[in-house]
T-cell receptor, first 114, second 119 residues
Framework: DSGVTQTPKHLITATGQRVTLRCSPRSGDLSVYWYQQSLDQGLQFLIQ???????AKGNILERFSAQQFPDLHSELNLSSLELGDSALYFC?????????????FGPGTRLTVL | AQKVTQAQTEISVVEKEDVTLDCVYETRDTTYYLFWYKQPPSGELVFLIRRNSFDEQNEISGRYSWNFQKSTSSFNFTITASQVVDSAVYFCALSEAQDYGGSQGNLIFGKGTKLSVKP
């Protein structure tokens, strides 16, 4: 158990809908990262937050947004969902925001868009 | 560009065989960090090891060992006397430096190698 929690574990929804994925980092970790794992793209970095502020952006679509709250939990919002958004979404956390930090991953949320 | 290549898509071995998973990386950084993660069939990503670019010592942890060679930009992972529980997808990853696009430490993953260990 990495100490990172993600809810829900599974999510099934329809095209055009909006969903929110939630992540709680390990105790004491200030950085939260979101990754998407799909069959065609593999594991891709989406966005990073550090202590409540956006720190880095990767291949995140404009339909997607995220935030980190004062208690350090984070939410990833996916809107106007398309079939291609079906994937496993991981949250990871690390102590700080340095290149050297080890990221510990949550169990993931499997999103299915029908 | 920063890139991680895991050329072996799938490997199948019989229990107790040794197996090496290859990882080749590309980076412009002089300081960088490499990682291996394991993704068992249950789906979670489990951290195995972190290595920085200044430490070329090989590392051994039980049946696992890692061979880091800067000269060939490789960070290979060997499992000795494989077991059925080692069956998983293994990912090699590179930590991106701060300077590129404002990123700070997000991971660049290889495509993964699926290891099947048969009894």
């Amino acid at each position: 158990d990495s100490g990172v929690t993600q809810t829900p574990k599974h999510l099934i929804t329809a095209t055009g809908q909006r969903v929110t994925l939630r992540c709680s980092p390990r105790s004491g970790d200030l950085s939260v990262y979101w990754y998407q794992q799909s069959l065609d793209q593999g594991l891709q970095f989406l966005i990073q937050y550090y202590n409540g502020e956006e720190r880095a952006k990767g291949n995140i679509l404009e339909r997607f947004s995220a935030q980190q709250f004062p208690d350090l939990h984070s939410e990833l919002n996916l809107s106007s969902l398309e079939l291609g958004d079906s994937a496993l979404y991981f949250c990871a956390s690390s102590t700080d925001s340095q290149q050297s930090d080890t990221q510990y991953f949550g169990p993931g949320t499997r999103l299915t868009v029908l | 560009a920063q890139k991680v290549t895991q050329a072996q898509t799938e490997i199948s071995v019989v229990e107790k065989e040794d197996v090496t998973l290859d990882c080749v990386y590309e980076t412009r950084d002089t300081t960088y960090y490499l990682f291996w993660y394991k993704q068992p069939p249950s789906g979670e990503l489990v951290f195995l090891i972190r290595r920085n670019s200044f430490d070329e010592q090989n590392e051994i942890s039980g049946r696992y060992s890692w061979n880091f060679q800067k000269s060939t930009s490789s960070f290979n992972f060997t499992i000795t006397a494989s077991q059925v529980v080692d069956s998983a997808v293994y990912f090699c990853a590179l930590s991106e430096a701060q300077d590129y696009g404002g990123s700070q430490g997000n991971l660049i993953f290889g495509k993964g190698t699926k290891l099947s260990v048969k009894p």
